[in-house]
C-alpha cells in the first residue's frame, strides 16, 4: 500500500506560501506527538530530536518535489520508525547497552529516593517494551500515540482489521513482562 500518490503535482502550480503554510500546520499539529513516539520507540530520548527533525525534512523535501500525500501522518511515522530502526542496525547494541547501564547505575545512586524508584519504573518499562516482538512493540507505542487503526496499519503494513487484535495481544504481553521485571503495567494505561 503506497503512501504517496504517484502523479505529483508540479510545484510550480502550487503557491510557495500555500506550501509552507501547509507543512507549518502539518508540523505543529503532530511534532510533539512523534517525537514522543521516537524517543519511546528507539529508547534513546537523546537520539528522538534529530530522527523526527530527518523525518519532518523528508515531508518537506517530498511537499517541495509536489508529491501528494495520502495520509501524510502515516506517511510520516513509517519514515521516522524507518529510521529509527536504521540507525538501531548500526550502532553496537553490546557496547552501547553496557556504557547506558553504567550511566543509570551511577545516576540511580546519585538521586533521592522518590526520583530513584521513578527512574526504576521507567527503566521497567523500557525493558519490557524492549522485550515486545515487533510488530507488537511499535503497535503498542502508536496505539498510545492516538493513531488509528487504519493509520497503524499502514505504518506497519498490515491489514487493519489485524490491528485491534495485535493491540490487545501486545498490551497482554507488556502486561506479562512487566510482571517480570518489577509490576509496572499501570504506567502505560
Known amino acids: 500500500m503506497s503512501l504517496v500518490k504517484k ?13 509552507a503554510a501547509q507543512f507549518c500546520s502539518f508540523y505543529q499539529a503532530n511534532y510533539r506527538s512523534l517525537r514522543r513516539y521516537v524517543a519511546r520507540l528507539s529508547g534513546e530520548p537523546d537520539e528522538a530530536e534529530d530522527v523526527t527533525q530527518e523525518a519532518f525534512v523528508r515531508l518537506w523535501k517530498e511537499m ?15 519514515v521516522a520508525s524507518n529510521l529509527v530502526i536504521n540507525n538501531f542496525k548500526s ?13 543509570k547505575a551511577k545516576q540511580l ?14 527503566q521497567i ?18 496505539y498510545h ?8 496499519a499502514e505504518i506497519l503494513g498490515v491489514k487493519p482489521s489485524y490491528v485491534g487484535t495485535l493491540v490487545v495481544r501486545a498490551h497482554e ?12 503495567y499501570d504506567l502505560l494505561g
Open 7 to 19: 502523479k505529483p503535482l508540479p510545484l510550480a502550480q502550487q503557491e510557495p506560501n500555500e506550501l
Open 64 to 78: 517541495e518535489n509536489g508529491a501528494r500525500l495520502l495520509n501524510a501522518r502515516a506517511w510520516i511515522y513509517r
Open 91 to 103: 550502532r553496537s547494541q553490546a557496547r552501547n547497552h553496557k556504557a547506558q547501564e553504567e550511566a
Open 109 to 122: 545512586r546519585q538521586v533521592p529516593a522518590d526520583i530513584e524508584r521513578a527512574a526504576i519504573r521507567r
Open 125 to 142: 518499562v523500557r525493558r519490557a517494551l524492549k522485550r515486545l516482538p515487533e510488530p507488537m512493540h511499535q503497535c503498542l507505542l502508536l
Open 145 to 152: 500515540e492516538g493513531l488509528t487503526g487504519r493509520e497503524i
Open 173 to 184: 504481553r507488556f502486561r506479562q513482562e512487566c510482571q517480570r521485571l518489577g509490576d509496572c
